[in-house]
């Protein structure tokens, strides 16, 4: 009798131990490169906390930031063999799977960042979240960082005036082909590495986004930033096609509307933090920001607009045509 009764136990926990591990919930690992008090690194804890809120017992967030697991050269391998499943590296670092989001690279493309966000909610710019799909990779959504401003050792008014400059350019063949264009040569340099090569004379000037240019100090060693507004900074929120399609549909969709809200709410951050950075500048009184002139700004786009054209066949002629009109409510 004892023995059947131990066999009755045995079983009942055998059956219960599937429905005990069924009931875990989901992780996601969320890796991200920069602290937590900037916009990305608020953007990451707010979907933590809103997965937390709708989805607490089903899935879990763990957010990773300031390159605690991987750098963002090294993520997206880790993200394909499963080690990792959210991250939001810049729009710059996928040319290895996609051609098409290097739309974001082109010079003076979009009018100003409400244009920017009209472009990454259309149509067009939905369809490019699944660009890579079949490489393993899907979007979940855009992050601003916001517009860039040129950078140098000398005032930059029109093109002629960065004739034979060397600027830090990130690793992308549109920016590089940017300053080709007006005769100064592009080095494609470590973020880490910009403050001392602009400190030392290395390099003369670099483009970067209001909040970049404040938080790493590069306007203690630029004399001069020209608020050109000529390009964007953003990030892709991207997982793994694999892990995507493994989620239940219903919890895959709530996932996304947190993802909507916490991108939104990171974006407010940003666009704020641009403003208050460029004031912060300013007031510092170590660099001059130039305004141009709607002639000069003219000059500078006429220098840089065959950029567009040169990369157009990986681009697309019609994606490009979509961003354009984007602009159409600046």
Not at 180 to 198: D, Q
Request: aromatic share 8%.
């Amino acid at each position: 009798m004892r023995i059947l009764t131990a066999g009755v136990a045995l079983a009942a926990l055998l059956l219960a131990a599937p429905l005990a591990k069924a009931a875990d919930p989901i992780v996601i690992k969320f890796s991200h490169v920069v602290a937590e008090n900037t916009p990305k690194g608020q953007m990451a804890n707010k979907f933590r906390d809103l997965v937390d809120q709708r989805l607490g017992g089903k899935v879990k967030v763990e957010v990773f930031p300031n390159s605690q697991l991987y750098g963002d050269n090294k993520v997206l391998e880790a993200m394909l063999l499963g080690d990792v499943h959210l991250a939001a590296p810049s729009l710059s670092k996928f040319g290895k799977y996609t051609k098409k989001l290097q739309i974001f690279d082109l010079p003076f493309l979009f009018k100003d960042i409400d244009a920017v966000d009209r472009f990454q909610k259309s149509p067009a710019g939905k369809s490019l979240l699944k660009s890579m799909e079949r490489r393993g990779l899907i979007g979940l959504g855009y992050l601003h960082n916001g517009t860039k401003q040129l950078s140098a050792s000398k005032p930059l008014r029109v093109p002629g005036d960065a004739a034979g400059l060397k600027f830090r350019i990130q690793a992308s063949h549109v920016l590089a082909a940017q300053f080709e264009a007006i005769n100064a040569t592009p080095l494609k340099k470590p973020f880490s590495e910009v403050f001392t090569l602009l400190q030392t004379k290395a390099i003369d000037g670099q483009e970067n986004t209001w909040s970049n240019i404040y938080s790493k100090k590069f306007f203690e060693v630029q004399e001069y930033i020209t608020e050109s507004n000529h390009g964007v900074i953003d990030y892709l929120i991207v997982t793994s096609t694999e892990f995507w399609k493994s989620l239940p549909s219903d919890v895959r969709a709530q996932i996304q509307e947190a993802m909507d809200e916490a991108v939104a709410f990171g974006n407010q951050v940003a666009l704020q933090k641009a403003i208050n950075d460029k004031k912060r500048i300013a007031e510092s009184g170590r660099s001059k920001i130039l305004q141009l002139t709607d002639a000069e700004r003219q000059e500078w786009i006429k220098a840089m607009r065959p950029v567009w054209s040169k990369f157009e066949d990986e681009v697309g002629k019609e994606m490009i045509e979509a961003a354009v009109a984007s602009n159409a409510g600046s």
